[in-house]
């Protein structure tokens, strides 16, 4: 199985700033890396596909990169709705596996 | 419209075997590259991918679990169903059922819509 390394666990931050949470795979998923917003009590919601595609109705503010096993998801002027957890899928090959998620805080 | 639903049992006891119904609408899933998958989600932790049917028929299992799972699709509705036997109180999470769609390269699968998921508790 592919192993799906996501940090930081936790990050504090305000309103404006800019953050990046990164992605480690254990083997190569070329692109086949997407990411995820979780907000309490809610399914997960598509915010980057493959890498770097933003997904139609989400901000611009969102923006992904990488290939191989390195990826990155950068959010740009965070907004009070942005709190929430975050996570990496990659379906490069299954059995598809999910980072730990990283919980972004004010 | 894409949307996709849950329905089952919100509590079933050790041992029992749990059935899960993924109603869904705004596709068809023997469109081609379509594909309707269920993950879970233990409270407070990560997500757990665990099976997934494909447009044409083929299944695929998580590699821990799948003596376990079982996923078909009712040939005269829009339903795909997940049985798992053997449910115990490990297994108490959020049960989602999602869409898995490709690119344009149609090579590149992606999860984009998402059902509300149902908690199903599994008692001692």
């Known amino acids: 199985d592919i192993q799906m390394t996501q940090s930081p666990s936790s990050l504090s931050a305000y309103v404006g700033d800019r953050v990046t949470i990164t992605c480690r795979a254990s083997?190569?998923?070329?692109?086949?890396l997407n990411w995820y917003q979780q907000r309490p009590g809610k399914a997960p919601s598509l915010l980057i596909y493959?890498?770097?595609n933003l997904q139609s109705g989400v901000s611009s503010r969102f923006s992904g990169s990488g290939s191989g096993t390195d990826f990155t998801l950068t959010i740009s002027g965070l907004q009070p709705e942005d709190f929430a957890t975050y996570y990496c899928?990659?379906?490069?090959?299954?059995?598809?596996?999910f980072g730990q998620g990283t919980k972004l805080e004010i | 419209q894409v949307t996709l639903r849950e329905s089952g049992p919100a509590l079933v006891k050790s041992t029992e075997t749990l059935r899960l119904t993924c109603t869904f609408s705004?596709?068809?899933?023997?469109?081609?590259?379509?594909?309707v998958a269920w993950l879970r989600q233990p409270p407070g932790k990560t997500l757990e991918w665990l099976a997934r049917?494909?447009?044409?028929?083929?299944?695929h299992y998580s590699t821990s679990l799948e003596t376990r799972l079982s996923i078909s699709k009712d040939p005269f509705t829009n339903q795909v169903v997940l049985t798992m036997t053997n449910m115990d109180p490990v297994d108490t999470a959020i049960y989602y059922c999602?869409?898995?769609?490709?690119?344009?390269?149609?090579?590149?699968?992606?999860?984009?819509?998402w059902g509300q998921g149902i908690l199903v508790t599994v008692s001692s």
């Open positions: 493959i890498a770097s």
């Open positions: 899928l990659q379906t490069y090959s299954t059995p598809y596996t």
């Open positions: 049917l494909d447009w044409d028929g083929d299944r």
């Open positions: 999602a869409r898995m769609r490709a690119d344009r390269s149609g090579n590149r699968f992606y999860f984009d819509f």
């Open positions: 705004g596709f068809s899933l023997p469109t081609k590259w379509m594909r």
């Open positions: 083997q190569s998923i070329t692109s086949y």
